[in-house]
C-alpha cells in the first residue's frame, strides 16, 4: 500500500494481476485499465447491465463492485471467453441480433452466466438441465438494456442458443425466422 491507495490482486481471465488502486475506484474500470475493453461504461448506476463481468464465474454488475470487494477474487470479461462464446455470437448473427453492438458484451456474459447456472442448479438437484420458459429467460435478462434491436431478435438469439443447448421444450412454439426485428 502507498499513500491512499490499497494494494488489490485478482485473477483476471486466468492471469494474475496486481495493482495500486483508490479505495473507491471499480471493477469497471479496473478491467478496462488493463485491457478488457469488451466491458462497456454506459449508466454507471447499475441500471443498462452493459458492465456485466463474471466475479468467481456469477454474472455482476463491475460499476457497483469496488476493488475492494473484488480483491482475490476470479474475474472474467468476454476477452477471456472467446471460445465459449462463439456458438451464441453465432446465433447472433443469425438472427440478426446486434446493430450497434454497444450491448452485446454484457448480453453475451449474461446469457452464457444464465446456461452455467441452469447447469449448476440441475446438477445440485441431480435432475438433468432443461430449456429455460419464456418467463425466465425474460426475467434473467431485464437488466440487459438495448436502444436499436427492440429486444425481438435478441430474444429469438437468446431462444435459439438455449434450444442448442438444452432442446426445445415441449409446449413452446417455434422460432419463427424474421419474427419482429
Ligand atoms: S454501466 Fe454498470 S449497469 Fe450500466
Ligand atoms: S445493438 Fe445497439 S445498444 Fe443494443
Redesign the pocket.
Known sequence: MSGNLIDVAVVLNGKKVTASVAPDQSL?AFVRDHGCKSV????????????TVWLDGRAV????VPMVRANGHEVTTLEGLQAESADFARCMAEEGAEQCGFCSPGLIMNVLAMEREIRDRSAAQGIEPAMPTEDDMNAYLAGNLCRCTGYTSQRRAIRRYMESRFGAASDDAPVRAGEGE
Open positions: 469497471l462497456k461504461c454506459a449508466c454507471e448506476t447499475t441500471n443498462c447491465g452493459l458492465c454488475l463491475s460499476c457497483a
